[in-house]
């Protein structure tokens, strides 16, 4: 007999998440991961639609966190503030803590009947009809495994096919400690082709600037990074930096990718379930748990079952977004995007809702011709060769 039903690597929130559904269908669960809960360099941005999906288990009252009510843009000499709406529900976007959230959510997980084991999983093997898990403490046989370990997965190098260069992003930044804010602000900058931003902490702002990694370099980013916190926080503390890989996906790679085979799955990072304008990936991250356990757990081949609804739940989101990110770091786009948010209210409404995660790119077309910015409509979405 199997150690457990189904092996979880990677206790960040896909695989949390995951453990705390099946858990709770009864499956018998193990998460592997040494070092979690933990501080991601990340902006740690909570959007609605996110917290939404983890109300039943988390209450995000209860952990330390911002709830932002502007988003600033930035782009050379123009500036341009966004209010974020507050609906019903959990706020538009919330910056947490890591690892708050990220305790809390493996918490849950272990309350529902996981067991979270923290050992280092270096290896993973064909066993029978499941898996046999070499740790640093012994192997663990499983009859089901989801890979839940990020960009660099090893269940993703050991099963499918490593991320290439050009199918990931670098994100790096710094920690400025002892200031914080109630608003984000994003600030394009040309010479990467990606942005910056500043996201509050509780206590710290975390300051990052994302690009392609095979258009950019960590030292060209981090310059980027000091010369906006120089401006922006002359009296700035010292600087803790931090650098992550994202996966940032061109439509072709999703079309190629796999996301499950025979025993096994990968979500949320180890995946590329990121969207690759705005690098945000905790939704997909949880989303693809929600489904990865819904396959699980129901009567049908859950392999297929699992593709399939990614194909059909995420693809199609991140595919629209991979066709538009061509045009829309453009120079001339961003100077178009620049002048409608500081003139247009539809258009700062628009821009709020996609913070949020309320205004998905399927059906942005049909709302930027409402607002009338036919410019901005036409610059963003037809074709150049």
């Known amino acids: 007999m199997p150690d457990t039903d189904v092996a979880v690597i990677g206790a960040g929130p896909a695989g949390a998440w995951a453990a705390w559904r099946l858990a709770r269908g009864g499956a018998k669960v193990t998460i592997l991961d040494p070092s979690h809960p933990r501080e991601k360099p990340c902006g740690g941005g909570l959007t609605g639609r996110a917290a939404a999906l983890v109300q039943p288990a988390v209450t995000l009252a209860a952990l330390p966190h911002v709830s932002v009510g502007v988003a600033r ?21 919330v910056i947490a803590s890591r690892r708050e959230l990220d305790g809390a959510l493996l918490a849950t997980a272990c309350q529902a009947g996981a067991t979270h084991l923290a050992r280092r999983v270096r290896d993973v093997r064909r066993s029978g009809d499941g898996w046999a898990l070499m740790t640093n403490e012994g192997p663990i046989t499983s009859r089901w495994l989801i890979g839940a370990d990020g ?18 992003s670098i994100a790096t930044g710094y920690f400025v400690r002892g200031v914080s804010s109630p608003d984000i602000t994003i600030a394009f900058d040309d010479p990467t082709a990606g942005y910056l931003w500043s996201f509050p902490r509780p206590d710290h702002l975390a300051v990052g600037v994302c690009a392609q990694a095979d258009r950019s370099t960590a030292s060209a980013l981090l310059n980027v990074a000091r010369e906006w916190i120089a401006r922006a926080i002359p009296d700035a503390p010292p600087l803790d930096r931090y650098a992550w890989p994202i996966p940032s996906l061109t439509e072709a790679a999703l079309e190629r990718e796999r996301p499950a085979g ?26 693809s748990a929600d489904l990865a356990a819904d396959s699980l757990l129901s009567e049908r081949d859950p392999s297929a079952c699992y593709e399939e609804a ?4 995420i693809y199609v989101e991140l595919r629209r977004a991979a ?13 178009l995007l620049m002048r409608a948010l500081q003139s ?3 258009i700062r409404d628009v821009m709020a809702d996609l913070v949020a995660g309320e205004q998905q790119y399927r059906g942005l077309r049909r709302r930027l011709i409402s607002t009338f910015e036919l410019r901005l409509m036409i610059e963003v979405f037809t074709t150049r060769s």
Do not use: H, N
């Open 73 to 93: 843009f930035e782009y050379e000499a123009r500036r341009a503030a966004v209010a974020l709406p507050w609906r019903s529900g959990p706020p538009a976007l």
């Open 323 to 335: 066709q538009l990110k061509a045009r829309f770091f453009r120079p001339a786009f961003i100077a």
């Open 344 to 346: 247009s209210a539809r």
């Open 262 to 287: 025979p025993g096994w799955m990968l979500t949320g990072d180890a995946a590329g379930l990121v969207d690759p304008i705005t690098r945000e990936g905790i939704y997909f991250a949880l989303r």
């Open 151 to 168: 960009p660099t997965s090893l269940v993703r190098r050991r099963i499918a096919t490593p991320f290439a260069r050009t199918d990931l």
């Open 310 to 313: 990614v194909r059909d739940d």
